[in-house]
């Protein structure tokens, strides 16, 4: 099988997604995203460099200033506070999660052969297959994991996989709407830490299924 | 035969009877220097082996013929192992190389090993040869569907033919960086080395590998420790040889380079191996499993890779 360079980095990062399904210390999961991110920010630099789009420089440059490095320091910075290490309570055991996944990015490239694709333009399948494989892949360790923080990684990998597919499939978007992107999403992990404090100040844990307790 | 072939034979056994030694000193030299330590010469594993061939062995009374028929069976399977296994660029060419069979005669060797471990009678034994098994078991699948990824895609089971250089042979970079991977992984369990085994523990209730040739001693307990470096020295040969196919690709390298660049690269991965053994913490027991997981996922990649390709339009 034939790949271009942009595929290889799609792959990569599509392969990083079931890794981190398969462990459970919250600092592996955020330097194995800071990881798959800097693949989707090198990915980024290459389309931008075959299209000649020069704003797509900027926008790699933000992935890796905010995404790849910010986002994870901050999570990062959290787990300490809250001194939460590990999630060590899962739905699914690791291991099997991690399986799961990649019985996922298979199912992934069965799904991207059935896109309807216009024959005229240009669509990547293996670009396709990556991309969905990361939504899935966020799905999975959002729906497995209970402690909160690991769900907003789960969040944010979902979110690469959907930044992956614009990517891959429209040769990138316009620099203000992937600003807008990476603002909103810096916003939401904001938040979520700040969410996060509050519950571990009013529930002690921030484990997601104990926080039914209150209720009568 | 021709002078060249001959040459490469003798290059081969050098390669064979030294490389073992080295590799094993080395890791012990950059394990040292991690624990700010000089540590031993690299040729120290060579001396300590000798000096254990010369030592009075002493053997517990309840041992059978087993006890030493294994012993001298695992150094038969690693030493014809390294004759079928292309871990070095320039092993002859042996027919019957074939995948199946250098699976399951490293599975003969784990066999014998583990009644070496039983025969003894040592408790300790047992319980190194019960936990033995169980990595085995997990950790099989990982080395099978990598290999058999490779495999299929050169559409041969024959090693030497799957391990080719130049035009008739695979050249597959991404297939082979993640055939790789599962078999670095896979190895480091198969050897019983840093995370789910620490070879260096002096606690007999957390030994894999140690703990099965506890009662060895003197000649045998030489025996042992040459085929564990033997053993090693085969599996990260295979794995450089698996990178370098991936680096090298199409491209025509003269045999000497190549042959350089096999003996380096299986030297470069020991010593990432000791890096990683003295930066790196043992897993909990019930954690090995989990790190398993991380090799048998690379293999089921390798797989999806190889079918995919079979469906590419």
């Not at chain 1, 969040?155 to 499939?169: D, K, M, P, R, S």
């Not at chain 1, 939401?188 to 299924?209: R, T």
């Not at chain 2, 695992?74 to 292309?86: D, E, G, N, R």
């Not at chain 2, 370098?244 to 990432?272: D, R």
Request: net charge neutral; aromatic share 8%; charged share 10%.
């Amino acid at each position: 099988m034939n790949l271009s360079l942009i595929d290889s980095l799609a792959m990569g990062a599509a392969l990083v997604g079931p890794m981190m399904a398969g462990s459970g210390h919250l600092r592996t999961n955020l330097s194995l995203y800071g990881v798959q991110t800097a693949l989707l920010a090198v990915a980024s630099g290459l389309v931008a460099d075959s299209k000649h789009e020069p704003t797509m420089y900027v926008v790699a440059l933000a992935i890796v200033v905010l995404k790849a490095i910010a986002i994870p320091f901050f999570l990062n910075w959290i787990a300490g506070r809250i001194a939460v290490r590990t999630d060590s309570t899962f739905w699914l055991r690791p291991p099997v999660a991690m399986h799961l996944c990649v019985l996922f990015l298979g199912f992934s490239y069965v799904l991207s052969q059935q896109l309807p694709v216009d024959a005229a333009r240009h669509y990547s399948q293996i670009g396709a297959t990556a991309a969905i494989s990361l939504v899935l892949s966020g799905l999975v360790l959002m729906l497995t994991r209970r402690l909160a923080i690991s769900q907003i990684v789960g969040f944010l990998v979902t979110e690469n996989g959907i930044y992956l597919f614009a990517l891959t499939q429209t040769n990138g978007m316009p620099l203000f709407v992937e600003m807008g992107i990476l603002l909103d999403v810096l916003a939401g992990v904001m938040i979520a830490g700040l969410l996060l404090f509050d519950i571990k100040k009013s529930f002690e844990h921030i484990d997601v299924e104990k926080l039914a307790d209150l209720k009568d | 035969m021709t002078t060249e072939s001959i040459a490469g034979a003798m290059c081969f056994l050098g390669a064979l009877i030294v490389m073992p030694i080295v590799v094993l000193g080395l890791i012990r030299k950059i394990k040292a220097r991690f624990q700010n330590r000089v540590g031993p010469p690299l040729l120290q594993p060579f001396f300590d082996i000798a000096l254990l061939f010369r030592k009075r062995e002493t053997v517990s009374d309840v041992t059978s013929w087993v006890f030493h028929g294994s012993a001298a069976l695992i150094l038969a399977v690693m030493l014809i192992q390294a004759v079928l296994i292309p871990w070095l660029s320039f092993k002859p060419a042996v027919p019957g190389a074939d995948l199946i069979l250098v699976l399951y005669l490293f599975a003969l060797s784990k066999l014998a090993l583990i009644f070496f471990a039983f025969d003894s009678a040592s408790p300790f034994g047992a319980f190194g040869a019960s936990r033995e098994v169980t990595l085995s078991l997990l950790v099989e699948p990982a080395s099978m569907l990598s290999l058999a990824a490779l495999a299929i895609q050169s559409q041969s089971t024959d090693l030497s033919r799957i391990f080719a250089y130049g035009a008739n042979g695979l050249h597959e970079p991404v297939l082979w960086c993640i055939a790789g991977m599962c078999l670095l992984l896979a190895s480091l369990v198969e050897l019983s080395r840093m995370p789910v085994d620490d070879p260096t523990t002096h606690l007999e209730l957390t030994m894999v590998h140690e703990a099965m040739i506890l009662e060895a001693s003197g000649p045998t307990l030489a025996v042992n420790e040459l085929s564990h470096a033997i053993h090693m020295t085969i599996l990260f040969g295979l794995v450089g040889q698996c990178f370098i196919h991936a680096v090298v690709g199409a491209t025509a390298i003269s045999p000497p380079v190549l042959a350089a660049l096999s003996v380096g690269c299986t030297f470069i991965i020991a010593a990432l191996v000791a890096v990683f053994e003295s930066v790196a913490v043992r897993v909990h027991w019930r954690k090995a499993p989990e790190f398993i997981a991380y090799a048998v996922t690379f293999g089921l990649f390798a797989c999806l890779f190889v079918i995919a390709g079979s469906h590419q339009p």
